[in-house]
Nanobody, 132 residues
Framework: QLQLVESGGGSVPPGGSLRLSCTASGVGFGTYTIGWFRQTPGKRREGVSCVSPDELSPYYVDSVKGRFTISRDNAKNTFYLQMDDLKPEDTAVYYC?????????????????????????WGKGTPVTVFS
């Protein structure tokens, strides 16, 4: 079982950029579908971007398409979320997550259906604030 640790959150003005990192410890990182979720108080957790082990067909929620980019470096057991052109509505706690279940082999499945199935591994979260 992996353990995940996020870093890179912070406060930026609108239009700014941040890069979140999530480093995994444990065996088998390269077999996990990974992704980023976010949550604000009173709102349901949202799958922001997820990608499969082979990085084919990454999933992005509509609100971040063209602004966020997910990537992974399996050699470093690390994955990233590059966030550009940040907006106040991007303010949230961001969580990284991973799962290697058969139903989670695609990024879409992890981001959209992951909570229903129960995602195996979560980081503790890192806050992102986009202030006006």
């Amino acid at each position: 079982q992996l353990q995940l640790v996020e870093s890179g959150g912070g406060s930026v003005p609108p239009g700014g950029s941040l890069r979140l990192s999530c480093t995994a410890s444990g065996v088998g990182f390269g077999t996990y579908t990974i992704g980023w979720f976010r949550q604000t108080p009173g709102k349901r957790r949202e799958g922001v971007s997820c990608v499969s082990p082979d990085e084919l067909s990454p999933y992005y929620v509509d609100s971040v398409k063209g602004r966020f980019t997910i990537s992974r470096d399996n050699a470093k057991n690390t994955f990233y979320l590059q966030m550009d052109d940040l907006k106040p509505e991007d303010t949230a706690v961001y969580y990284c997550a991973a799962d290697n279940a058969a139903v989670m082999t695609q990024g879409y499945n992890l981001c959209v259906m992951g909570d229903a199935y129960g995602i195996a591994v979560w980081g503790k979260g890192t806050p992102v604030t986009v202030f006006s």
